[in-house]
Structures are given as structure tokens and as C-alpha cells.
């Protein structure tokens, strides 16, 4: 069984540049959250999909966006980059809703300079 | 607000020195609270899910323990291989997402 997926592992932007980062979930699951954790830092929680519908979101501006596609993959989009958005997006799936436990991928890193 | 607090925030033991963790959190209504292990660069690897107070899950050397205002993972005999960031977080009733400690860094010497 294949676990949680991100592309790509690593990446460098400039500041106002938008970027795009991809997780694929683990077989059968159809939730998919999204984290952003700085260095030194717990993750902090972006949004979660669940069936292709935004399903909540934390304390992030709308500049932070996302997808999820009808295969249950999903994508984090980030406009207008500013320096403080460095840091590893962690991308977590699990089987539904009602199922607590997230398992997650190895994260993208993120550097804004 | 959720809040969760994790302490100490870095440990250093010898090899085969038993220890804990500990994780202190408020929420409204506990869902379930996590325990994750995370190496340098890398993803959050799932350890245990506990769901009410009294509960205790074990894996190879680690047990996890939880009351009504905290958790305790045990590492009994840890060895270099257990050195990681050991990461909490709860989910309330309410709504689904984590909130994450700032971990505890786990440093086993030989």
C-alpha cells in the first residue's frame, strides 16, 4: 500500500511569486489536510478537503489556496510569496471523517527569498 | 482555544536510560490525542491515537499513557535509533484539525 506522496520535495521562490505544491493521498482515503510548519515549530493547521469540498480552514490568509481532485490528490496553492512562508508543507490523508488518525507525507520545503 | 504543551522541550539520555515525555493540553472535547514521531526534514510518522482518559498503547519501547490534562510517552531502554522529535497533538469534538506542540527533541547517546 503506498503511503502519502508530495511533490515537489524541495524549492526556492522569490518574494510575490506563487507556487504550487502537491500531496497524493493514500489508497481509499478521501480526506486530505494540509500543514505548515515552521523550523523549531509544531504544524500548524492550513485547511482540509474532504471530497473535493474545503471542509475547514485555520488562521491562514486567502492567499493561501487549494485543490482536491475527483482521485482524492490534492494541491496547495500559495500567491504573492512573502519571506515568512518558508518553511515544510506537510500534506495528511485519512480514510473519511469519521476516522481521527492522519498519516502524512514527507513534506515539501519551501524557500522564499 | 485549543492548547497544547509539550516539556521538555529537548532530552539527552544514554542508551538504556528509561525516561518521559510529557504533553499538557486544554480542549473543549477530546477526540483523540496523537503522538507522532518526526525526524530531521521529514514527515510526522504515526505512533499511537488515545481517545479517553486511562487509556495506554504500547509499541516496542514506547508507551503512551493519558489523563484528563495530559500524556506521558514512556521510552524504556531507548536506544540511538529512538533519537527523533517526539510531536503531541489533540482534536477536539468540535472540529477536525490538529493542534500540534512544539515537540520534545530526543537525543540517545551509545
Known amino acids: 500500500e503506498t503511503g502519502v506522496t508530495q511533490s515537489p520535495t524541495h524549492l526556492i521562490k522569490t518574494r510575490g511569486q506563487q507556487v504550487t505544491l502537491r500531496c497524493s493521498s493514500q489508497s481509499g482515503h478521501n480526506t486530505v489536510s494540509w500543514y505548515q510548519q515552521a523550523l523549531g515549530q509544531g504544524p500548524q493547521f492550513i485547511f482540509q478537503y474532504y471530497r473535493e469540498e474545503e471542509n475547514g480552514r485555520g488562521n491562514f490568509p486567502p492567499r493561501f489556496s487549494g485543490l482536491q481532485f475527483p482521485n482524492y490528490s490534492s494541491e496547495l496553492n500559495v500567491n504573492a510569496l512573502e519571506l515568512d512562508d518558508s518553511a515544510l508543507y506537510l500534506c495528511?490523508?485519512?480514510?473519511?471523517?469519521?476516522?481521527?488518525?492522519?498519516?502524512f507525507g514527507p513534506g515539501t520545503r519551501l524557500l522564499v527569498l | 482555544e485549543d492548547q497544547v504543551t509539550q516539556s521538555p522541550e529537548a532530552l539527552r539520555l544514554q542508551e538504556g536510560e528509561s525516561s518521559s515525555l510529557n504533553c499538557s493540553y486544554t480542549v473543549s472535547g477530546l477526540r483523540g490525542l496523537f503522538w507522532y514521531r518526526q525526524d530531521p526534514g521529514k514527515g510526522p510518522e504515526f505512533l499511537f491515537t488515545?481517545?479517553?482518559a486511562g487509556e495506554e498503547k504500547e509499541k516496542e519501547r514506547l508507551k503512551a499513557t493519558l489523563t484528563k490534562k495530559e500524556s506521558f510517552l514512556h521510552i524504556t531502554a531507548p536506544k540511538p535509533e529512538d533519537s527523533a522529535t517526539y510531536l503531541c497533538a489533540v482534536q477536539d469534538t468540535g472540529f477536525q484539525k490538529l493542534v500540534f506542540g512544539t515537540g520534545t527533541r530526543l537525543l540517545v547517546s551509545p
Open positions: 495528511a490523508s485519512r480514510p473519511g471523517l469519521a476516522e481521527e488518525t492522519q498519516y
Open positions: 488515545l481517545y479517553s
